[in-house]
């Protein structure tokens, strides 16, 4: 099976802008999950997604939203952005207790 | 609310030293634990994790981790260390059951250098 997909893996923003990064989960995972990670806070989750609903939710403003499509493809967007954004974004998809994550995308912003 | 604590941020052995992380928890309910790696501009890859049963659990490239309920660890061993193992590692936990398992906390990593 092909793992996770997250495009793009690189994104130069500025700040005030918005970005939406992709990620596809393996062939018949439901379940999606976000995190941040960043050199000062680490690796923290965002949210995840499983059938379409949003299940758990993280402690980030309300500029970060995500959505997740039928066929469990999920996106995350990110309004307004500040350079603190500047991040490592990782995707996982999981079936039962066992999250594989992707490559993630580095959002640099300037 | 759940929180793990990785007791060192930097460890450096020799080729064929022992390795040992550190890794604390906290948690009101049953935690399922886990150990990540990652790789220089890489995602992360599941060494081993802990659900239930046996609590020394056994993962890929020689590794492997014990389960203490009554001292709040899972702390990672390798009897003999690698060039190849030199990486950031996570620990990380979720909750047992429930709606859960797609939210992991992890720890604030542990860098692993190995000496020639």
């Known amino acids: 099976k092909a793992g996770v997909t997250q495009t793009p893996r690189y994104l130069i923003k500025t700040r005030g802008q918005q970005v939406t990064l992709s990620c596809s989960p393996i062939s018949g995972h439901r379940s999606v999950s976000w995190y941040q990670q960043t050199p000062g806070q680490g690796l923290q989750f965002l949210f995840e997604?499983?059938?379409?609903?949003?299940?758990n939710k993280g402690n980030f403003p309300g500029r970060f939203s995500g959505r997740q499509f039928s066929n469990s493809r999920s996106e995350m967007n990110v309004s307004t952005l500040e350079l603190g954004d500047s991040a490592l974004y990782l995707c996982a998809s999981s079936f039962g207790n066992e999250q594989f994550f992707g490559p993630g995308t580095r959002l640099t912003v300037l | 609310a759940q929180s793990v604590t990785q007791l060192g941020s930097h460890v450096s052995v020799s080729e064929g030293a022992l390795v040992l992380l550190r890794c604390n928890y906290s948690s009101s309910v049953p935690p399922y634990l886990f150990w990540y790696v990652q790789y220089p501009n890489q995602g992360l890859q599941l060494l081993l994790k802990?659900?239930?049963?046996?609590?020394l659990v056994k993962g890929i490239n020689g590794f492997e981790a014990e389960f203490k309920k009554s001292e709040t660890s899972f702390h990672l061993t390798k009897p003999s260390a690698h060039m190849s193992d030199a990486a950031e590692y996570f620990c990380?936990?979720?909750?047992?059951?429930?709606?859960?398992?797609?939210?992991?906390?992890f720890g604030q990593g542990t860098i692993l250098t190995v000496h020639p």
């Open positions: 997604y499983f059938s379409e609903t949003q299940r």
């Open positions: 802990y659900t239930t049963g046996a609590t």
């Open positions: 990380a936990v979720s909750n047992a059951g429930g709606t859960s398992y797609g939210k992991l906390t």
